[in-house]
C-alpha cells in the first residue's frame, strides 16, 4: 500500500510540475478522475482487441487501467511528446504489451509501421486539440482515420468542443457524451472511420453511466 501511495505521489508531482511549464499542452491540473475513465474505456471491446494506441498518456493514469484489462496478446502504444512523462513511464511502469514512443500523434502511422504493429483497434486521445499548433490537428485526426482498423473506434475527451472542427471533416460518425465528475468537465466524442458510418456497434458496449 505504502508503495502504491508513493507512486501516485509521484505521479501528482511530476503532473503539476509539468502543468506549470506547459499548461497548454496538459489542459488540466489534474490527472482523468476514474469516472472519466470508467466512461471512456468502456466502449472498448477487450475479447477482441489486438492494438490500442493513446495519444499524451503523461503520467499513464489510463495507461495502467487499459493493461489491467486487455489480453496477455494485445499491445499498447502510447506517443508522448514530453521527454519526462516518456522518462517516468518507462521507469514505473513494466510491461511487455507497452511500447512508450516520445514522438508526435501526427507521426503515428509511421510509428506503428516501424514496429510492424499493424492497424489500431483503438485510439485514445486527451491532448487538447485546440492548443495545437497549425495544421497539427487536421493531420492527427486523419493520421488517426487512417491508422484504424474498419471497425475501430476513435475515442476522444476534450475540456473543449472544439476538437470538432478537427473531428467531423474526417470520420463518419460522432457521438458525443460527456462525465461532469471530472475536474474539470470533460466532452467526450466516440468516432467510427467514414468507411463504417452505417455500421452499428452490435458488439461493442455502451458507455457506463
Known sequence: MSEQ???????MILFAKNFVKHPLMLGSLIPSSRFLIRKLLGRIDWANTDLIVEYGPGVGTITVELLKHMRP???LVVIETNRDFVDFLQ??????????????AADVERLLAERELG???????GIPFSTLPAGVGE????????VLKPQGRFLVYQFSPAVLQYLEPVFGHIERGGEMRNVPPARLFFCAPRMEAETPDVNV????S
Open 5 to 11: 501511495i508513493s507512486s501516485r505521489r509521484a505521479q
Open 119 to 125: 492497424q489500431a483497434d483503438y485510439v485514445i486521445s
Open 139 to 146: 493531420a492527427v485526426a486523419q493520421a488517426t482515420h487512417d
Open 205 to 208: 458496449p455502451k458507455a457506463a
Open 73 to 75: 496478446e494485445a499491445k
Open 91 to 104: 521507469e514505473t511502469v513494466s510491461d511487455p504489451r507497452l511500447h512508450v514512443v516520445h514522438g508526435s
